[in-house]
């Protein structure tokens, strides 16, 4: 066991963990950060993305201890109480059905427009593609992500 100190959301802690533990499990079982889900556990489906330095990055793969920047997961992306424009859009174009991929898809949605803030539909769909969702609501997560774009000026 180590003792790790990590930035998420803005706030400090540390955790006392063995140093291979996936970041996933130190968000969701030590800080309580449920947003970001157990799907496949191998890096291919998305569920558990989370942003560091910019890039939507699979925490179930990712050891805690090669942590060395802030991490900022779903939860962090609303500020002084207001949601994010991605998270309003998903809500007003209610796009989850049953919404376990939804974190992931909001965070990849979040690092490439950070990226390219006015998108094309097929840059999008490229900067999309392998965040997977089994029910199939591709149709309006672009939908949401063209919603989104159109609050944030050019
Ligand atoms: S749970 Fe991490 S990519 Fe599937
Ligand atoms: S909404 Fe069910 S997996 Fe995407």
Redesign the pocket.
């Known amino acids: 066991m180590s003792k790790l100190t990590l930035k998420v959301n803005g706030k400090i802690s540390t955790v006392d963990v063995d140093p291979g533990t996936p970041l996933?499990y130190i968000l969701r079982n030590e800080l309580g950060l449920q947003g970001p889900?157990?799907?496949?556990?191998?890096?291919?489906?998305?569920?558990?993305k989370v942003l560091i330095n910019g890039a939507a990055v699979?925490?179930?793969?990712t050891p805690v201890s090669t942590v060395t920047s802030e991490v900022t997961t779903l939860e962090g992306l609303a500020s002084n109480g207001k949601l994010h424009p991605l998270q309003q859009a998903w809500i007003d174009e209610q796009v989850p059905q049953c919404g376990y991929c939804q974190n992931g898809q909001i965070i990849t949605a979040k690092a490439m427009l950070d990226k390219n803030p006015q998108p094309t539909d097929a840059q999008i769909r490229e900067a999309m593609n392998g965040t997977l969702c089994r029910c199939m609501s591709y149709y309006r997560i672009h939908m949401a992500i063209k919603r989104a774009v159109r609050q944030v000026p050019a």
């Open positions: 996933l889900r157990f799907g496949c556990g191998l890096g291919q489906c998305g569920a558990c699979a925490s179930c793969i």
